[in-house]
T-cell receptor, first 114, second 112 residues
């Protein structure tokens, strides 16, 4: 059974469009995250939610808006897509607040903006 | 703030060679330390972790020891296989801000 699943796996779209990526976890975790991985494999945290409350909001353009309808879901909506948004976006979850609690990652969504 | 510095790659090895990837960290307090592995086309998977000084994490033949005195968590494997080809990330969490800080990743390629 997939623990953290995100859809779609690939997303190809044109500049200016709006798109969404969905994420669901069945691990019973209370904290979920979005990370962006660039072409050099560097990982940067974007957002984190704990029990549906936004707790981390890094320096991300406000074209990116996360939404957490419940503890098991965290979606990412991106408005007015730009070429620089092309990357792999990873969803992750953890049992937040516990020392040593690892993150569990989805398999990523490769976003290509043309 | 917290930060992780790991050895730059890429690293190319022959099968059965010894692998070391250096990782040092800067953190306030007593962080937990992790190594994650990313195989091609996949997400990151936890490889091993250590939560306090002198702890050794181990998994799949990989080991790393949490060294507070040198603020290091170097990853080692005695005999690598082609299937170990992946990107390896060192990471830390101080448990206070729900955030995992990652190193830049080290790409390892093992040749048969």
């Amino acid at each position: 059974d997939t623990a953290v699943s995100q859809t779609p796996k690939y997303l190809v779209t044109q500049m200016g469009n709006d798109k969404s990526i969905k994420c669901e976890q069945n691990l019973g975790h209370d904290t979920m995250y979005w990370y962006k991985q660039d072409s050099k494999k560097f990982l940067k945290i974007m957002f984190s939610y704990n029990n549906k409350e936004l707790i981390i909001n890094e320096t991300v353009p406000n074209r990116f808006s996360p939404k957490s309808p419940d503890k098991a879901h965290l979606n990412l909506h991106i408005n007015s897509l730009e070429l620089g948004d092309s990357a792999v976006y990873f969803c992750a979850s953890s049992q937040g607040g516990l020392p040593g609690s690892p993150l569990h990652f989805g398999n990523g969504t490769r976003l290509t903006v043309t | 703030g917290n930060s992780v510095t790991q050895m730059e790659g890429p690293v190319t090895l022959s099968e059965e060679a010894f692998l070391t990837i250096n990782c040092t960290y800067t953190a306030t307090g007593y962080p937990s330390l992790f190594w994650y592995v990313q195989y091609p086309g996949e997400g990151l998977q936890l490889l091993l972790k250590a939560t306090k000084a002198d702890d050794k994490g181990s998994n799949k033949g990989f080991e790393a020891t949490y060294r507070k005195e040198t603020t290091s968590f170097h990853l080692e494997k005695g005999s690598v296989q082609v299937s170990d080809s992946a990107v390896y990330f060192c990471a830390l969490s101080d448990g206070n801000d729900y955030k995992l800080s990652f190193g830049a990743g080290t790409t390892v390629t093992v040749r048969a």
